[in-house]
């Protein structure tokens, strides 16, 4: 937490220098839809991946700054392991970013570097853990018993990190119009490990909290303009 008070802080201050340093700036608002690839980081197996859908609300508030709402909804599978451990989340995830620009005044490759960015932000992720297996209360084996629930409907704090690039479209005049394309890739990372239904590796221990990850295209639309 402490890692992302210092992010958010440093994204503040560019936004505010940048501000005073190209004076007045008209803000402007966007809203999109996308989809893309869920791809999952568990304790059981990694790297399963299904199709997710997202929706976004972003304000730009100076060249370099934008902040907004996103929201994803979609599967995270884990499973099958060598001990045919397995489950599905169907979750819906909202997250609050702010997202800053690496090189606004770059010149080479000018449909590029000025709209490289990165991020970070909070978010919360509503789960929906289901058919989590094998069914570990009729088993002997105590080492499958570990961390398990057959269900899971708990709301989650996950930790967003993005980067990404915005891509815009040129009207008529050749500038920018009010269409453009956003490839982002997220790893969205939990503070608690219950994304899956089991909490450890069979024989103990914890190789990390669960995590996923949503590699997406999104289409956004520039409103009141």
Known sequence: MKNLFILISFLLIVNIADAQYRGRYQGYVTAGVGGGAIISHMDIVENNIHPGAAFYFNFHSSYTFMAGLEVQSGLINAGKDKYNRQSKNQFI?????????????????????????????????????????PDVSETSDPALAVGWRPTYSGTDVLIPFNAGIIINFKNGYRRDSNVSLNLNYQNNKSITDWLDGYSSIVGGGNLAKDSYSFVSLGLHYRLGR
Not at 110 to 130: A, D, E, H, M, R
């Open 93 to 133: 995830a909202t997250f609050l970013k702010a997202n800053v620009k690496l090189f606004p005044d770059a010149d080479f490759i000018q449909t590029i570097l000025p709209n490289l960015y990165l991020g970070s932000g909070v978010g919360f992720i509503k789960n929906n853990v289901t058919d989590v297996l």
